[in-house]
């Protein structure tokens, strides 16, 4: 059974970085898809970024382009999302999440969710 643990968050000034990892178990890491979605208070899910399987392409939201990069580190079995730039309206939970073939900005899409982690941006 895949497992997904996220870890990285915290609060941070408009303007500062933050690296969120998500550490994946329990299957092949290459055979998934893996994305980052957040949600914030009052708020439905949203889509962030998604890394296709097999060292496959990106895609990011519009909100984030540019400011936020996904990767992959295949020898940690990680997914990691960098974020600078930040903004007070990125404060949500980021979650990550993986589903086998295809990656999707569709969250009903994935098989797999870790618990979350909070980023706080103050202005």
């Known amino acids: 059974q895949v497992q997904l643990a996220e870890s990285g968050g915290g609060l941070v000034q408009a303007g500062d970085s933050l690296r969120l990892s998500c550490a994946f178990s329990g299957g092949t890491f290459s055979w998934y898809a893996l994305a980052w979605f957040r949600q914030a208070p009052g708020k439905e899910r949203e889509f962030v970024a998604f890394?296709?399987?097999?060292?496959?392409?990106?895609y990011y939201a519009d909100s984030v382009k540019g400011r936020f990069t996904i990767s992959r580190d295949t020898t940690k079995n990680t997914a990691n999302l960098q974020m600078n730039s930040l903004k007070p309206e990125d404060t949500a939970v980021y979650s990550c999440a993986a589903r086998r073939y295809t990656a999707a900005v569709d969250p009903s899409r994935y098989d797999y969710w870790g618990q979350g982690t909070q980023v706080t941006v103050s202005s």
């Open positions: 890394m296709a399987r097999n060292g496959g392409g990106e």
